[in-house]
């Protein structure tokens, strides 16, 4: 087995608005492996971004804020850095890959600028070696022509393009660990396989951990060692990929596996989808997250929150259904209603 | 960017034509005989007549605009009666005296006015920015001659600190030319110092809490990179926008400061040009004001389009 | 069955808590109500409509006529003899005077902004809506008349004109004219192709219609914006004029003519100047603050 790189307890982030207390993350677990993959799924608003972005400590000044909770990289504790530590971790230790390729880079400033400038701010070399090192990166991520692109404004370049440069960027710098945020959900299809596929190229090459946040199953499936599901800014399962798939514990993730269309499914038929809406943010907290959208609830559900339990090594889930002694089994009949 | 360019270039040309026009219509319709003021009500009516006659003023106004069009384009913009010398050497004269307080001013302004509004955007809601913006909109608020008698009462009047009136002059020191230099130049930077320190801080504001600034910061870059290079370049454009229109508004600010002061510039030239209703030498200079205005104009916008890649590319939004 | 459960979601998941969130965001979007809680806006009202009542009530709070010569009191200070603020070169109070000139100032930058306004929304209308050709000769006109600088043309046109409140007027109208038409055209570009105008363009809704029920309406929170602030601009436009003596002439009083009277006598009798430039500095402070607090509440978006 081996060794633990990141491994974030009970994280609680929570954004203060003028209209009350959003809990946008409220209660996250996992650990990640060096070398290792994991997913992050789970619908728009549960949370998968700002677990990312309170790893790196990057929440909106003021509003946002962890209140609780551990993000332990190699020993070190992430809340606890200063300044010029973080600077050293962020892009270092970790790079981010976001969603929109066109908004991480910079429009102002030609493409090789900014690798060398990235370069040069996390490594002690000079310009002209900073300059090999990133083309070496462009021609590493299937770039034609690197030296050419260098000089190559980001508009000019297309989304697929610009998401191989970021990818160059960061892995200049043969970061540990890479946090790829939906890295290919504003990408033509086409391209999304082959963006993939470079990220696990280069990991294979440089023993890299990547945490992959998506909301895409079948990307899962094909990349991750283990998965979390995340639920309205809490983990509701976290298990390795294959037993997941194969054994779901949590109601949500049945709902979630149900509503991926297959290509066994008759063309015409419908998509299963999850009826009714996560709850609002501002107002969870006191009971099961899922209790108003779960067709197993009981009364203790509306009641307490559920703790995230070990019911399998290395298999957690947060329902108060489901445990060692007490196996919810899908499809059963709700006889406690 | 070279076709946004030539195509700016082109665009400007309908306007100077216009601006030249108005120009030639607004000064025909001031009331009054110009020949006649020139020589005085007692002047004989022969004189009067052949004056007329030799200014064109006889001829039909059709015609009289193909002769003015004709002297423009020779670079004739006439010759000022109360000055008795052309007024084209006449605004050489001035124009370098405008130039040196407008352009200091600016430079002042533009400098201390982006520091501020840097400050501020980056301090959004603190205390120091709430201080720098009510003093930024007290800065706009403010009538600029009001503030030059102010300062004039202040420095000159109860300190004696500074000198109130003319330009200094190299004979007698630097002192004497930069002591000459402050009050106006003071004055007339307040208000495009307050306008940069407000559209610098939206500006920034609005670069700072996007994406691309959060993308940066989590390639680990010192926030001075993040702040001072990327989002500071990311934000210029308005600034240039407002540059370009400060330029403008300072030419205007300089016709009050320079009566206010007593500086030998553009502004006390016309000044006395429409105090002795010197019709040639106002014609000349609102003509050269208007025509140096679309010039700036055409420049922001290129200098707009060099920073600012992007314009070039999404065709159309380089101009108006 | 359901809806047992239903009820208990509701209590559990806070159903009652939810819709008093809503109902406290939707308090909170008003647009009064927001205008309320911005502090620097309310504060530019306050100054505004204090100025305003000032001006209207001119004859009620005035303490002397303001335009009565007493030549054994020039040149008086504050407080001296029950004059508030002194007495000017003619010995007239300076306190009357002011309080009256704020009606000439106010009437003036409001006038000229409703003048500039009308005929520049008229023009960006047009402009705007009918494009082609049209667009292309009011803008070059607007272009045009924008490379003078403002002060230069409203010179120009107050020497051709002659001085006199509703020259005054006229010229800071004319003045703002192409930043009006300016703003509505640009404002006009983006309601022209809502879908809303396409459907009522497809159900035969005639162009003066179009333009005056379904364009103007949705134009109109930049354009109470931009005046608002343009009123400030014309207060100084009236000053300035008046301080090149250009606009309202003698004895009638605007701050204008106050200040430039007071700049003749900076040595001798300050508080002139001073007095009447800080009831200008106030008065557009608080045009500035309002239409700021204004513009931030229709649109946080807008930023110029």
């Given at each position: 087995m081996s060794e633990n790189l990141l491994t974030v307890k009970d994280l609680k982030t929570y954004f203060f608005t003028a209209s009350g207390v959003s809990k946008a993350v409220d209660g996250v677990s996992f650990t990640l492996k060096k070398g290792e993959t994991m997913g992050i799924v789970g619908?728009?608003?549960?949370g998968k971004s700002v677990t990312a972005s309170s790893i790196i400590r990057?929440?909106?000044?003021?509003?946002?804020?962890?209140?609780e909770g551990t993000i332990d990289f190699e020993g070190k504790d992430i809340i606890k850095l200063n300044k010029k530590e973080l600077l050293n971790f962020r892009g270092k230790d970790i790079a981010v890959i976001f969603q929109d390729p066109m908004t991480s880079?910079?429009?102002?400033?030609k493409i090789g600028n900014q690798m060398v400038e990235m370069i040069c701010a996390h490594q002690d070399v000079s310009k002209e070696e900073a300059r090999k090192m990133a083309v070496e990166a462009l021609k590493k991520v299937g770039i034609p022509q690197p030296e050419k692109r260098m000089?190559?404004?980001?508009?000019?370049?297309?989304g697929g393009m610009c998401q191989r440069v970021i990818i160059a960027m960061a892995v200049c710098c043969k970061p540990k660990m890479v946090i790829a945020d939906?890295?290919?959900?504003?990408?033509d299809v086409t391209v999304q396989a082959q963006v993939l596929e470079l990220l696990q190229e280069l990991q294979d090459e440089m023993d890299t951990s990547i945490l992959l946040i998506t909301h895409n199953l079948g990307v899962v499936w094909k990349m991750c060692d283990t998965v979390m599901v995340l639920y309205a800014g809490k983990t509701v399962e976290y298990a390795d990929t294959k037993t997941l798939y194969a054994q779901p514990l949590h109601p949500y993730t049945w709902g979630l596996l149900d509503s991926m269309p297959k290509?066994?499914?008759?063309?015409?038929g419908e998509l299963n989808t999850i009826p009714g809406v996560p709850p609002d943010l501002r107002l969870t907290?006191?009971?099961?997250?899922f209790y108003n959208r779960c067709?197993?609830?009981?009364?203790r559900c509306g009641k307490e929150v559920p703790e995230l339990v070990?019911?399998?090594?290395g298999h957690f889930v947060a329902c108060h259904r489901q445990n060692k002694e007490n196996k919810l089994v899908r499809g059963e009949e709700n006889r406690n209603e | 960017m070279l076709k946004t360019i030539v195509k700016r270039i082109l665009q400007s040309i309908p306007t100077l034509l216009i601006v030249v026009t108005f120009t030639f219509i607004l000064t025909r319709m001031i009331p009054g005989n110009p020949a006649l003021t020139m020589l005085g009500p007692q002047a004989p009516k022969e004189s009067v007549e052949q004056l007329e006659e030799e200014l064109g003023l006889n001829k039909s106004k059709g015609e009289q605009y193909v002769i003015y069009l004709k002297q423009i384009l020779k670079g004739d913009f006439g010759r000022s009666?109360?000055?008795?010398?052309s007024v084209v050497e006449l605004i050489k004269e001035r124009i370098p005296n405008t130039l040196v307080i407008t352009l200091t001013s600016l430079l002042i302004a533009l400098v201390l006015g982006m520091i501020v509004g840097i400050v501020s955007a980056v301090r959004q809601y603190s205390i120091l920015d709430y201080i720098f913006m009510v003093l930024a909109l007290i800065g706009v608020s403010m009538p600029i001659f009001w503030l030059g008698l102010m300062l004039v009462l202040v420095?000159?009047?109860?300190?004696?600190?500074?000198?109130?009136m003319g330009m200094g002059s190299m004979a007698k020191g630097v002192w004497d030319v930069v002591s000459h230099m402050i009050l106006p130049c003071f004055c007339l930077s307040t208000i495009p110092m307050a306008t940069f320190a407000r559209i610098t801080r939206s500006s920034m504001l609005e670069v700072v809490n996007n994406d691309a600034v959060k993308a940066l910061r989590a390639r680990g870059l010192r926030e001075g990179v993040v702040i001072w290079k990327h989002a500071l370049k990311n934000a210029l454009p308005p600034i240039v926008t407002v540059l370009g229109l400060q330029l403008a508004s300072a030419f205007t600010g300089a016709i009050l400061t320079e009566s206010i002061f007593s500086w030998p510039g553009m502004g006390t030239l016309i000044v006395s040009a429409i105090d002795n209703r010197d019709y040639a030498l106002i014609q000349g200079v609102v003509l050269f004001t208007a025509i140096v205005f679309v010039v700036i104009n055409l420049i922001v916008d290129i200098v707009y389009t060099v920073i600012n890649p992007r314009v070039s590319y999404e065709s159309g939004k380089g101009g108006n | 069955m359901a809806k047992q459960k239903n009820t208990a979601t509701a209590e559990v998941l806070g159903a009652e808590a939810h819709s008093q969130l809503i109902k406290r965001e939707r308090r909170a979007n008003n647009v009064w109500n927001k205008l309320r809680r911005n502090k620097t806006a309310m504060i530019g009202l306050v100054i505004v409509v204090f100025m305003m009542l000032m001006a209207i009530l001119a004859p009620l709070i005035?303490?002397?006529?303001?335009n009565a010569i007493k030549p054994?009191?020039?040149?008086?200070?504050?407080?001296?003899?029950?004059h508030i603020f002194g007495t000017d070169e003619f010995g007239r109070d300076l306190f009357s005077r002011i309080v009256y000139g704020a009606r000439v100032s106010l009437i003036a930058a409001i006038g000229g902004t409703v003048v500039g306004a009308i005929i520049g929304i008229l023009l960006g209308l047009l402009s705007g809506y009918l494009g082609g050709a049209v667009d292309a000769v009011i803008m070059r006109l607007m272009d045009g008349m924008l490379a003078f600088p403002f002060v230069l043309l409203a010179i120009i046109l107050m020497t051709i004109l002659g001085s006199g409140l509703p020259n005054v007027i006229l010229a800071i109208g004319i003045g703002n004219v192409p930043s009006f038409a300016r703003v509505v055209r640009g404002q006009v570009h983006i309601v022209k192709n809502e879908e809303y105008c396409n459907a009522g363009r497809v159900l035969g809704v005639s162009n003066i219609r179009m333009l005056f029920r379904h364009i103007l309406p949705n134009t109109i929170s930049p354009i109470i914006v931009y005046a608002t602030l343009n009123v400030a601009g014309a207060i100084i436009s009236e000053a300035t004029l008046s301080f090149l003596g250009l606009g309202i002439s003698q004895p009638t009083a605007s701050w204008g003519n106050i200040l430039r009277a007071g700049k003749d006598c900076l040595n001798t009798a300050p508080h002139i100047a001073t007095i009447s430039g800080i009831f200008i500095l106030i008065t557009v402070l608080g045009f500035n603050l309002f239409g700021d607090g204004v513009r931030d509440v229709l649109d946080p978006k807008m930023k110029k």
């Open positions: 619908e728009s608003g549960s990057l929440l909106p000044p003021k509003i946002g804020r962890i209140v880079l910079d429009p102002v400033f000089e190559s404004y980001p508009y000019e370049l297309s939906e890295p290919t959900t504003a990408l290509l066994s499914d008759t063309v015409k907290g006191n009971c099961c997250n067709p197993y609830a009981q009364e070990e019911v399998e090594p | 009666y109360s000055y008795n010398q420095f000159s009047v109860n300190l004696g600190w500074l000198p109130a | 005035a303490t002397h006529d303001p054994s009191e020039t040149y008086l200070s504050f407080g001296e003899k029950g």
